[in-house]
């Protein structure tokens, strides 16, 4: 059972840049596919990014590609998400997620654990 828990969100201007922390717990992160999700008010949760176990390979929702990073860590069982010259529409809640699959999905319900969420809002 894997435990994740988000950090790093907060109220920023407009072009700012922020960073996201997931620490898990309970088991180690270096045989997952991690990922980040996000929710606005009233929207579907959506794809931001993930990376493979090995941290060679990632993948971007076209809405974040160029201005936002993930990474990881393994030996700190914590995975980052970069986030540079932030939109008022990337205000939502940041989900971290966990996936034990072989195959890397960009789908939400492929993935197995999720963290509570961490609010931030871009204001314009």
């Known amino acids: 059972q894997v435990q994740l828990v988000e950090s790093g969100g907060r109220l920023v201007q407009a072009g700012d840049s922020l960073r996201l922390s997931c620490a898990a717990s309970?088991?180690?992160?270096?045989?997952?596919?991690m990922g980040w999700f996000r929710q606005a008010p009233g929207k579907e949760r959506e794809f931001v990014a993930c990376?493979?176990?090995?941290?060679?390979?990632?993948y971007y929702a076209d809405s974040v590609k160029g201005r936002f990073t993930i990474s990881r860590d393994n030996a700190k069982n914590t995975v980052y998400l970069q986030m540079n010259s932030l939109k008022p529409e990337d205000t939502a809640v940041y989900y971290c997620a966990a996936d034990d699959g072989s195959l890397i999905s960009l789908r939400a319900p492929q993935y197995d654990y999720w963290g509570q969420g961490t609010q931030v809002t871009v204001s314009s």
């Open positions: 309970g088991s180690t992160l270096s045989s997952y596919t």
């Open positions: 990376i493979s176990w090995s941290g060679t390979r990632t």
